[in-house]
């Protein structure tokens, strides 16, 4: 449950923050006019968004095992490729999102209203389509439990909360720390989620080694346990896990892991970003403090 809370809370914000620098943009420039264009691309987004994750959840039904077990594996691996392609994204760039928005949305300005919505569009629908993805894969990995939905659900909940709550100027969160603890705590998700494929092909036949087990200590840790349960809905845990399934955990979490905390922690970008910071702001009460 608590993955899923955390993938729903950073995917939930990300969108939530795009969302309002498109708007705090529009107001600080005294283009309220405006607004309706962006809202109709934001709820565009959320309707497609809303149905991708309706095809994800349904589509497979009364296919065969193999079938499903194969859609889900394949699916599972390349939202694992999403999310390490957002972690890093959002790692480089997360300082310079206000003003790539705000450039992109005057550039649509002066093309026309179509074009703002199509830009607000883009920009939301873009995060709509990982989030759907993510938690598919997050819920998929966790069980068939309302616990991992619950999580996701919350974790959408604060995000909107906390998203209205920085526009307003109510609170301030540092951007740049957030995006890097949950960046971290994403890649052992993540890690979880590709064993969690894996094992899935493996029950389609397309992977060998499906009774070749790394280990198994489901007597010591049952997965009826609370305590089972846990280290499942926070680490995608399984307490039976075969070899193909550990080493494409290790092999992915050791090298990202190592390679986002360097970039996401290391000491030489440390002074671009206080230069950054230097940079004062233009009116707008949306902060990202990243």
Not at 174 to 198: D, H, M, S
Not at 271 to 282: D, I
Request: glycine fraction near 12%; charge should be positive.
């Amino acid at each position: 449950m608590f993955a899923n809370y955390l993938i729903g809370l950073r995917e939930g914000l990300e969108a939530a923050l795009v969302i309002g620098i498109l708007v705090a943009y529009l107001v600080k420039t005294n283009r309220r006019e405006l607004l309706p264009q962006v809202w109709l691309g934001v709820g565009i987004a959320i309707v497609v968004s809303f149905a991708f994750g309706a095809i994800l959840t349904l589509g497979p039904q009364g296919l065969s095992f193999e079938a499903q077990e194969a859609i889900g594996g394949t699916l599972s691996i390349v939202a694992v490729g999403l999310i390490t392609w957002m972690i890093f994204w959002m790692g480089k760039t997360a300082r310079f999102l206000k003003t790539n928005l705000e450039t992109a949305l005057e550039k649509a300005i002066a093309v026309g209203k179509g074009a703002i919505v199509g830009m607000a569009l883009i920009a939301v629908g873009r995060e709509g389509l990982e989030t759907a993805l993510f938690l598919w894969a997050g819920i998929e990995a966790a069980g068939s439990s309302t616990g991992p939905i619950t999580g996701a659900v919350l974790g959408l909940i604060t995000a909107i909360a906390l998203g209205y709550l920085i526009y307003r100027g109510a609170v301030k969160l540092n951007l740049r720390a957030f995006f890097q603890w949950t960046g971290v705590f994403l890649v052992i998700v993540a890690g979880g989620v590709l064993a969690y494929g894996i094992h899935d092909l493996q029950e389609a036949g397309i992977l060998p080694g499906l009774n070749n087990l790394a280990f198994d200590v489901s007597a010591q840790v049952p997965p009826s346990s609370w305590y089972g349960t846990a280290l499942k809905g926070i680490f995608n845990f399984s307490s039976a896990t075969t070899v193909l399934q550990a080493i494409a955990w290790v092999c992915y979490v050791v090298p990202v892991m190592w390679l986002f905390v360097r970039m996401a922690f290391g000491g030489p970008k440390r002074p671009a970003v206080k230069s950054e910071s230097k940079v004062p702001a233009t009116g707008a009460p949306l902060t990202t403090n990243a």
